[in-house]
């Protein structure tokens, strides 16, 4: 297989390339898929065709910062690995890969509760910031045995997911059996050729314990096994009361990820949110619904002056990121970006995944004529009426 540092892995689309040689069909469309009939999983990335850059040009840009500050905390590029769930399914301890490459690369890495490794080897793992997102599996109780240990692990802020109050029906998954892949009895064997046809991942997955459980939802009888997702999340649907008792146990920054609404964007503030990530989960959740970049300048405009207004969902290059800069966001979360690396080559898939988008941001800044993403508005882009 080739190398993610090959001359031909330019684009974060020869990671996806890669990934898909190497993982199962049934691990690969997790990643890559969406819900339903991914109507908003392509518009995501879609929308940022219709926003068009204004250059200015003969201004000699020699160098571009990078640099902002997210929740006080300065990182090095306005890119955070935003939370994706079962990553130790591309990669062996994938996780800690995923984390230990953005604190490399300087920047923050987001748990997710629905990993597969324990929380407190991930923030081990990263010299960098890291916050954890947080699913009420399991109830209250539940939640707050991992909020505390998420404190006492050094994470530095809490995400709360607010847009996941059932699974979306992710039909590529259904169709490929990922859960009975996973579960611990015979439902898995009309699935199994998809792995048996991936070797070398099948090795590397026996030889990483395996069956997948979630470490971070500690049950009484033992932590959640992996087939139980649907049904768990269906039974901790998050409301706008539960942010009181998650700032008091949490004491930190809480950040609100899921807004897709300038009402919902206030709400999450009048009820203590220090950030809000304007997402629709990738597409993976409800379909049909507006692509994130088209609600991003009503939620800026609804909330920016009063909190931090982050992006995600369809970010693939380094130029989509700075058009959410322009429409207002702060920072940008990347999700599918990293992963196709993860699973295409681990912690090196990973850093390769940021340096694309690296080098894409600085190409772009200076193509515009601006040496900083801080200095990034709405002068630098022609937005459609629509």
């Known amino acids: 297989m080739p190398s993610v540092d090959a001359p031909g892995v330019i684009t974060i689309a020869d990671l996806r390339r890669l990934a898909k040689r190497r993982l199962p069909r049934a691990v690969f469309d997790y990643i890559d898929g969406g819900a339903e ?25 020699y160098s571009c910062d990078l640099t902002t500050t997210v929740l006080g905390q300065t990182i090095a590029l306005p890119v955070l690995l935003a ?19 953005a604190g490399k690369a300087g920047t923050v890495y987001t748990l997710s509760t629905l990993s597969g490794c324990r929380l407190e080897d991930v923030r081990a793992a990263t010299a960098g910031p890291a916050w954890y997102q947080l699913y009420l599996v399991g109830g209250r109780d539940v939640a707050l045995g991992a909020i505390a ?14 847009d996941t109050p059932v699974a979306g029906l992710r039909e590529r998954d259904w169709r490929n059996g ?16 998809q792995i048996l046809a991936r070797p070398g991942w099948l090795v590397s997955f026996l030889r990483d314990g395996g069956l997948m459980a979630f470490p971070n939802i500690e049950l009484p009888g033992g932590p959640m096994p992996y087939a139980d997702v649907g049904a768990a999340l269906k039974q901790s649907m998050v409301s706008w009361n539960d942010f009181r008792w998650i700032r008091d146990a949490w004491a930190g920054p809480v950040v609100a990820k899921g807004a897709h ?14 950030a809000v990530v304007v997402s629709n989960h990738g597409g993976r959740q409800l379909d049909g619904v507006a692509a994130t970049l088209r609600v991003l300048p009503e939620v800026v405009e609804a909330v920016g002056s009063r909190t931090e207004v982050l992006f995600d969902s369809g970010v693939r290059r380094g130029g989509d990121v700075v058009k959410a800069l322009a429409l207002g966001a702060r920072a940008v979360l990347v999700g599918r970006a990293y992963a196709y690396g993860l699973g295409a080559a681990g912690e090196a898939g990973v850093a390769r995944a940021i340096e694309i988008l690296r080098s ?21 882009v022609a937005v459609p009426p629509d």
């Open 37 to 61: 009939r991914e109507i908003t999983l392509g518009e995501n990335t879609r929308a940022f065709d219709r926003v068009l850059f204004r250059p200015r040009s003969a201004v000699p840009t």
């Open 261 to 274: 609404t300038a009402d919902d964007a206030r709400k999450a503030v009048d009820h203590g949110a220090d």
């Open 83 to 101: 939370p994706v769930g079962s990553s130790r399914l591309f990669w062996p301890r994938g996780e800690e890969h995923a984390a230990r490459a």
């Open 178 to 193: 990922i859960e009975q892949l996973l579960a611990r009895d015979l439902r898995s064997l009309p699935y199994a050729w």
């Open 149 to 162: 240990r998420a404190k006492a692990a050094g994470y530095n802020a809490l995400v709360v997911t607010i």
């Open 360 to 380: 894409d941001i600085v190409r772009t800044l200076q193509l515009l004529g601006c040496s900083s993403v801080r200095a990034m508005d709405r002068s630098y």
